[in-house]
């Protein structure tokens, strides 16, 4: 089985490019199963299942952020989905935290960029785009083609090597490129690494220490005027 995990901002068609991959996928007779991971909403599953009759499911991440979320469910998740007798599974997180990178080492990682959000977006959004093998730019349609130029440059500005698919996901343009690369990506393997690093966050505000101000809390901290630092054990 081929594990391909899409992550993205909020509202970048994460859900529309999936979607039309998954209608690509059943015309060439694949075995395809779908999970979103979100916060504390979705019906995305219940959507695609309706529409395509595939194996899907929803796992909220609640307090969890759904990069760490998807990092921890992820092998019951293969599991599932190998059950289903799936050739490929297809995983959508919803991508909050930017720090983080929710790909897996032998896995194909899908960023989706909406090019409305305005031309220094891959500039803000870290390892999501940085580890991506794939960025899926949505609804090119909206914006001028000097805007995409720009925006296309500062998404390679951020990650050199990545491959750029330019889409109308709407209308299913820029979907078959998109698929062959899934097509030739490489199978799971077991026990499955996360690719890249995680983020330092160990300080007492991620176990729900209210108090404001570093002074009140141990852990790694930063002041306004200084960068990371430890106090504590």
């Not at 580890?131 to 090119?140: G, P």
Request: net charge negative; hydrophobic share 40%.
């Amino acid at each position: 089985m081929k594990l391909v995990i899409f992550a993205g901002p909020p509202t970048c068609g994460k859900t529309t490019v999936i979607r039309q991959v998954i209608r690509r996928m059943l015309k060439k007779d694949y075995k395809p199963s779908f999970v979103k991971i979100d916060v504390l909403y979705a019906d995305e599953d219940e959507n695609i299942n309706k529409e395509f009759g595939i194996p899907t499911k929803k796992i909220y991440s609640g307090e969890l952020c759904p990069d760490h979320c998807n990092v921890v469910v992820l092998d019951e998740v293969v599991e599932w989905a190998e059950k289903n007798g799936s050739d490929y599974l297809f995983v959508e997180t919803a991508g909050l935290c930017l720090r983080c990178s929710p790909y897996i080492e032998n896995s194909l990682g899908v960023v989706v960029l909406e090019a409305t959000s305005g031309m220094n977006l891959p500039r803000k959004i870290g390892p999501m785009l940085t580890l991506a093998d794939i960025a899926v730019i949505t609804k090119i349609d909206l914006i001028s083609q000097a805007e995409r130029e720009v925006f296309r440059y500062r998404v390679l500005e951020a990650a050199k090597d990545i491959s750029i698919v330019e889409s109308n996901a709407l209308y299913g343009i820029g979907i078959d490129p998109i698929v062959k690369k899934i097509e030739k990506s490489n199978e799971i393997e077991i026990p499955m690494f996360l690719r890249g690093n995680p983020p330092v966050g160990t300080c007492t505000i991620c176990v729900g220490k209210k108090e404001i101000g570093a002074k009140n809390h141990f852990g790694v901290l930063r002041t306004m005027d200084q960068e990371l630092f430890y106090i504590g054990e």
